[in-house]
């Protein structure tokens, strides 16, 4: 494997070192993935299978925990999401989900993320979720560093400071394009590591943001409310969420900005704005 850096891996392992931790599996390949600067991950593969691996670069057990817990209560539920199968030495091995993310967004993609949506939000909301400050605790962060750096998102995005975050239960709150597969009319969803308490509202609005879907396009929103609302433990008005796309393409822009130290993967998000 190269000894330079991919974007998707921080701390890096060999093939053997892998077959140490994971000794049952007999490991044939790893791929480090280019996507991501934050947690390491991995595509391994045995003769007949493959897995991702990930290593978590934040002192987060008790969200890692959470987690797992999270995704085998969803698969038990018919959600396709990835089970974590095993864990070695801080590396965590989880299913692959089979399929590709989208590429041209068709209004079966909008069908298919609603009904998911509603599944997910139905079940959440009958368990309890503890506030979550560390959302406005990053838009207070990010604004500030905008303020300095990059003025004129921070003014496009300035009325974020009287962002506040509600809940109604546990919510994704990042399916973007690349957080999701699909094959044939399944959908599969990963990364709920970074889930929280939030509002539903906010949930439908990122994924349609996620999803290319502009504030303008009546047909995507319609196709998408018209899934959610028939199974959903909420009915959501199509103005209520296009507020939120507003909010959502704003706050991801944002962090964008903050994240990344400039703004090339913002300008894909200011277009709602």
Same mark, same amino acid.
């Given at each position: 494997?190269?000894?330079?850096?991919?974007?998707?891996?921080?701390?890096?392992?060999?093939?053997?070192?892998?077959?140490?931790?994971?000794?049952?599996?007999?490991?044939?390949?790893?791929?480090?993935?280019?996507?991501?600067?934050?947690?390491?991950?991995?595509?391994?593969?045995?003769?007949?299978?493959?897995?991702?691996?990930?290593?978590?670069?934040?002192?987060?057990?008790?969200?890692?925990?959470?987690?797992?817990?999270?995704?085998?209560?969803?698969?038990?539920?018919?959600?396709?999401?990835?089970?974590?199968?095993?864990?070695?030495?801080?590396?965590?091995?989880?299913?692959?989900?089979?399929?590709?993310?989208?590429?041209?967004?068709?209004?079966?993609?909008?069908?298919?993320?609603?009904?998911?949506?509603?599944?997910?939000?139905?079940?959440?909301?009958?368990? +309890?979720?503890? @506030?979550?400050? /560390? =959302?406005? #605790?990053?838009?207070?962060? !990010?604004?500030? *560093?905008?303020?300095?750096?990059?003025?004129?998102?921070?003014?496009?995005?300035?009325?974020?400071?009287?962002?506040?975050?509600?809940?109604?239960?546990?919510?994704?709150?990042?399916?973007?394009?690349?957080?999701?597969?699909?094959?044939?009319?399944?959908?599969?969803?990963?990364?709920?590591?970074?889930?929280?308490?939030?509002?539903?509202?906010?949930?439908?609005?990122?994924?349609?943001?996620?999803?290319?879907?502009?504030?303008?396009?009546?047909?995507?929103?319609?196709?998408?409310?018209?899934?959610?609302?028939?199974?959903?433990? +909420?009915?959501? @008005?199509?103005? /209520? =969420?296009? #507020?939120?796309?507003?909010? !959502?393409?704003? *706050?991801?822009?944002?962090?964008?900005?903050?994240?990344?130290?400039?703004?090339?993967?913002?300008?894909?998000?200011?277009?709602?704005?």
């Amino acid at each position: 494997m190269c000894a330079e850096k991919q974007m998707g891996v921080v701390t890096q392992i060999s093939l053997k070192q892998l077959n140490a931790l994971f000794p049952t599996y007999n490991f044939t390949e790893l791929h480090p993935t280019k996507s991501g600067i934050i947690d390491t991950t991995y595509i391994v593969d045995t003769a007949s299978n493959s897995y991702i691996l990930k290593r978590y670069e934040r002192d987060i057990p008790t969200r890692i925990e959470r987690d797992i817990k999270l995704l085998s209560e969803l698969k038990s539920i018919g959600l396709n999401v990835p089970i974590c199968l095993e864990e070695s030495d801080g590396w965590y091995l989880y299913e692959k989900l089979i399929g590709a993310q989208p590429k041209n967004i068709n209004a079966k993609h909008i069908q298919v993320m609603g009904r998911f949506l509603a599944k997910l939000h139905t079940y959440s909301s009958k368990t +309890k979720c503890q @506030t979550n400050a /560390r =959302v406005e #605790y990053e838009v207070t962060s !990010a604004l500030a *560093y905008a303020k300095t750096n990059f003025y004129a998102y921070y003014k496009k995005c300035e009325f974020l400071k009287k962002f506040t975050v509600n809940h109604d239960a546990f919510i994704h709150g990042d399916i973007f394009k690349d957080n999701t597969v699909f094959n044939g009319n399944q959908v599969g969803v990963f990364d709920f590591i970074d889930g929280a308490c939030g509002t539903f509202a906010f949930d439908v609005a990122v994924t349609l943001v996620g999803f290319d879907t502009k504030i303008d396009n009546d047909y995507f929103i319609n196709i998408f409310l018209r899934a959610y609302n028939q199974h959903a433990p +909420k009915k959501l @008005t199509k103005q /209520r =969420v296009i #507020y939120k796309m507003k909010i !959502a393409s704003h *706050y991801y822009a944002i962090k964008r900005v903050y994240k990344y130290k400039n703004t090339f993967r913002a300008k894909e998000l200011i277009r709602w704005i």
